[in-house]
């Protein structure tokens, strides 16, 4: 990193390469009843893992997006993490390790966000697993309904439905379900979410500095959890204007009946403060309320981020009796924690 770089993009390091395997490390060092790390393989695990007779799921992708992956690892979610480097996929190597170190002889799920080096690698890790007798099942999340293809992906991307399928199949598979039965409540899950993002500012990468320029009253409409553009860049609008095309997109591809519950998941990208999270849930309640939907349940707050980028994302899931029913049971992770 230059003297330049230093001086106009500030972060807490010490060599940017070091920056993932030093955060694993925190990251077990902070919770050491809840998860164990691989630092070898870049690999979050369960503390109690393989857990025997249960379906194991594991998931992962770049880092930078904090709490996701590492941070969902625990009882009722994840039961692995893989963390490649920053806006990276991890290898096929470390999926194959994170599948077996899980596998407790009931299969395997792979949750994989819809993006080209992420399904390449688990596809291959999952082949591999084949090999050596595991059941392998791959579960794709493709929410995103801001574009249809990106820089990064063919077809939509994989964004805050992650979270969501993570929790609900986590505690499918917490109460038993069969490898089957997972994998169709995370499918389910992925069916019945969708979900759109705004961003105001870029990120900037350790030692790479922004990824996009865009102007002090610009916001990038559409955009991706890496950056990605999305369907325009406009001069930035009140929140109201902004929740209220976000929510009319989302919901007209989702089409939900009227009368419907959902779950409404207000996610920051990283650099937007809890207060304006709260405006921006608070109007998008107004959007649900016009069109005949309650949110039900709710999430806010900081889990599927881009590092520090100033942004929201909101996800829209129909449920159903299951879907809340397994929504409300027990998680214990880093990030994610009720009744446990």
């Known amino acids: 990193m230059s003297v330049t770089e230093q001086q106009t993009v500030k972060k807490f390091l010490n060599n940017p390469e070091d920056t993932v395997p030093e955060s694993l490390a925190g990251l077990g060092a902070a919770h050491p009843d809840l998860v164990k790390i691989d630092l070898e393989n870049q690999v979050v695990l369960r503390k109690d893992a393989p857990v025997q007779g249960k379906v194991s799921i594991i998931s992962g992708g770049g ?36 599948t077996k170190a899980v596998d407790g002889g009931a299969g395997v799920i792979h949750v994989v966000k819809n993006y080209t080096g992420d399904v390449m690698n688990f596809k291959l890790a999952a082949e591999e697993a084949a090999d050596e007798d595991i059941q392998v099942e791959s579960v794709i999340t493709n929410d995103d309904v801001a574009v249809e293809d990106s820089l990064y992906t063919a077809g939509r991307r994989g964004t805050g439905a992650t979270v969501l399928l993570e929790k609900i199949a986590g505690a499918k598979a917490e109460a038993g379900g069969s490898l089957a039965e997972v994998a169709a409540v995370a499918r389910k899950v992925n069916d019945q979410a969708r979900s759109f993002g705004v961003a105001l500012t870029s990120c900037a990468t350790p030692g790479s500095g922004p990824t996009f320029d865009i102007g002090a009253d610009e916001m990038e409409f559409g955009v991706g959890i890496h950056g990605e553009p999305g369907r325009r860049r406009e001069k930035i609008r009140s929140a109201s204007e902004i929740v209220a095309e976000m929510a009319d997109v989302i919901l007209t591809d989702l089409e939900p009946a009227s009368g419907s519950n959902v779950l409404a998941f207000v996610n920051g990208l990283g650099g937007t403060p809890l207060i304006e999270l709260y405006v921006i849930y608070n109007e998008l309640t107004k959007q649900l309320e016009e069109r005949g939907l309650t949110a039900t349940r709710s999430l806010v707050g900081n889990y599927i981020t881009s590092l520090e980028m100033a942004g929201v994302s909101i996800t829209i899931l129909t449920l159903d009796d299951e879907l809340t029913e397994l929504w409300d049971a027990p998680v214990h992770t880093p990030a994610l924690r009720w009744k446990a």
């Open 63 to 98: 880092s930078g997006h904090e709490p996701l992956h590492g941070g969902f690892v625990g009882v009722g979610m994840l039961d692995a993490a893989c963390a490649g480097t920053v806006f990276t996929s991890p290898v096929p190597d470390q999926m194959l390790a994170a």
